[in-house]
């Protein structure tokens, strides 16, 4: 299931906790360690990955940001592979 695929792609290639969806389409990942939730979906903007700041969502969700899973499994890897540069520069 793609779900599960891109959950552990989150897991295994970027080393961050992800929140697992009940039947959603969406995830949160939490990404307190790198800093702010905004300047984060900035930077991975620019290496063309599109999140939604988690603070969009409230208070609670800051330092998280939401990623869509609808999409097929090598657009994901391909994305998480961007995630993953992005963090890192």
């Not at 998280?64 to 520069?89: H, P, T, W, Y």
Request: glycine share 8%.
């Amino acid at each position: 299931e793609r779900r599960n695929f891109f959950v552990s792609l989150i897991r295994d290639e970027l080393k961050i906790p992800v929140v697992v969806p009940d039947g959603a389409f969406y995830t949160m990942v939490d990404v307190r360690e790198y800093g702010e939730c905004l300047p984060i979906a900035e930077k991975l903007l620019e290496h063309k990955v599109i999140t939604v700041p988690g603070i969009a969502f409230g208070e609670e969700s800051r330092g998280f940001l939401r990623l869509s899973i609808c999409n097929d499994e090598a657009n994901l890897a391909e994305g998480v592979q961007r995630m993953k540069q992005g963090l890192n520069n």
